[in-house]
């Protein structure tokens, strides 16, 4: 549904030219709902605005719904556009016009008539919930309403692909869940294309389907948005995965771990301590795995730290378990879980850690 | 007090106050004209506007700086000959209204073009984003986002010019204000001048309340 290829974008800047797109390539599919995220300035807000060219990459195609943006003179851009649908940070409803105004103006810049304009917008009022609210403007709306009134606008040319401009980031936690849930279902309803930048890993998380990260104006990571947090390859990955999930040990979890480790070298050979860290999603997350490792690897197992959450429906987590044993059973142990689709990594207990 | 109104100079009275609403009306709208397509040609061509031009916007804006910088006074004789060519005289309450204008023009300009920098970018960009023409985006963005804005700087516009019209006696425009030097000044009528202030004093509160009053039924920020 959208194609950019090969994406370069440099503003002048007062100290030289800012390099803030560098050779983007993304493919985004009809009817997905995709998250682009990364830290401000990484240059997600350049990237979505080349999608309907309000930004002009200096270099590279733009492909939407099979038509190449990049290769349209100001008229055939104007009509494409009106295909494609944005909502903003900040709302950007004109305080001039009522609600059901707002939400009228694409159909009358595109020259619909009083009658027709009428026909589309109530039913757009009605799906994002505002039909009461028709008459107020929007200073009298509250910041959740103000972002469904852009909604309903983003809507009313029927586009088909809808870009999401961190159309989350001024509203509370509670109205963002909202937002996003009318985002959710207007993906399925209407079979729209979804598009959206953000810098929280929350609305990747509840909403999207695949993911892509940018840093530093280049995308670095993408897959599905499962695949992404359970196996996270690059470090600013990582750090905005950690921000949700925390990956990281409490001081006091490695202490207690470094102390157990004490006592079973003072104990004499034989016994192996390791700290382990287990990652699962799927399927292997309902196998009774750790009680499997008591019975056939005779294993003193102690689960230190944990979390289990859910992505797209699929259960994914991760623990830190102590394991001890002889070393033979502890590597046998290890397999075990390996082939189990358990990823496992030793976690190093020395205090060089961060 | 006002003894010395005769029947006579309550005619002349009336006459100055229609001359001076003439000039300040048919110069303010005249000056409103030029002055708010001027403001938007501004707006558009200053940097990050839709049709950025940094030469034009400069000439433009040089153009109303050196108008809206020379004395109003200076103004009105420097420009007779282009004053009689416009309306066959260069004195009379018509010929005042020329120079009016093209001082008012410059002025609606300025503050025009300052309250459409008030509307936010992201309008701007939502409507481009929307498919919308140059022309519709100052037509269904610009202008009405800003509309409060204008209302207030033609408000200013208008008390101004009032001030301004006071000027035009030196080439015989007429009005209240030349009725006050000419009477109440030359040929010491205390009672005229105090009665051209006051009536000038009610015809500004008028008009500011006026101005108020549209700028709060227009304004939904």
Redesign the interface.
Known sequence: MIRLEHIHQTYPGPQGPVHALRGVDLHIRAGEIFGIIGRSGAGKSSLVRTI?L?NRPSQGTVTVAGQVLTALDAAG??????E???I?Q?F?L????TVFDNVA??L???GLSRAQIRERVSPLLALVGLDTLADR???QISGGQKQRVGIARALA?RPKVL?SDEATSALDPETTRSILALLQKINRELGLTIVLITHQMQVVKQVADRVAVIEAGRIVEQGSVLEVFTRPQQAITRSLVDEILPQELPASVLDHVRQLQGQLSAAGAGTDGRLLRLSYAGDSAYQPILSQLIRDYQLDLSILHGQIDEIQNQTFGSLAVFVAGTPSHVAAAVEHLRAQGVQVEEVATTHQQD | MFQNFSEALLELFAVSLWETLVMVGISGALGALIGVPLGVFLRLTDRGGVLENGAVNKTVGWLVNAVRSTPFIILLVAIIPFTRLLTGSSIGTAAAVVPLTIAAAPFVARLVEASLREVDNGLIEAAQAMGATTWQIVWKVLLPEAMPGIIAGLTITLVSLTGYSAMAGAIGGGGLGDLGIRYGYQRFLPDVMLAVVLVLILFVQAVQSLGDWAVRRLSHR
Do not use: Q, V
Request: aromatic fraction near 8%; charged fraction near 20%; glycine fraction near 4%.
């Open positions: 309907n309000l851009l104007r009509a494409a556009r009106r494609i649908g944005m903003f900040h950007n004109l305080s001039s016009r103006l694409p009358e810049l595109a403007y929007p200073s040319s870009l």
